[in-house]
């Protein structure tokens, strides 16, 4: 089995900013993906930004040029750094991995509140 585990969430001010992490565990054998998502009340969950086990990067526009999705392979880590926050990010963010365990499977983590609002 293969927990992730986020936290960074909070409250913060228009153009503000936060880091937001995903730690995975468990069974893992090899992670080919992560990434994020968000879903603001009401709406379907949308993509934020994706991580290849390749490094590469992909982005919703809606966000380029003001997140930015690292990872820290050797601790099964991905980080969201959110700068220039509106009041439209504001979203419940959820972690996603792709990894190859027991088996190969999708996860997804309990979600974190992000807040932009003065």
């Known amino acids: 089995q293969v927990q992730l585990v986020e936290s960074g969430g909070g409250l913060v001010q228009p153009g503000g900013s936060l880091r937001l992490s995903c730690a995975a565990s468990?069974?893992?054998?090899?992670?080919?993906?992560m990434g994020w998502y968000r879903q603001a009340p009401g709406k379907q969950r949308d993509l934020v930004a994706t991580?290849?086990?390749?490094?590469?990067?992909n982005y919703a526009d809606s966000v380029k040029g003001r997140f930015t999705i690292s990872r820290a392979n050797a601790q099964n880590t991905v980080y969201l750094q959110m700068n220039s926050l509106k009041p439209e990010d504001t979203a419940v963010y959820y972690c996603?991995?792709?990894?190859?365990?027991?088996?190969?499977?999708?996860?997804w983590g309990q979600g974190t509140q992000v807040t932009v609002s003065s």
């Open positions: 996603y991995a792709d990894v190859r365990g027991l088996v190969r499977a999708g996860y």
């Open positions: 991580l290849t086990g390749g490094s590469s990067t």
């Open positions: 468990g069974s893992i054998f090899e992670i080919y993906n």
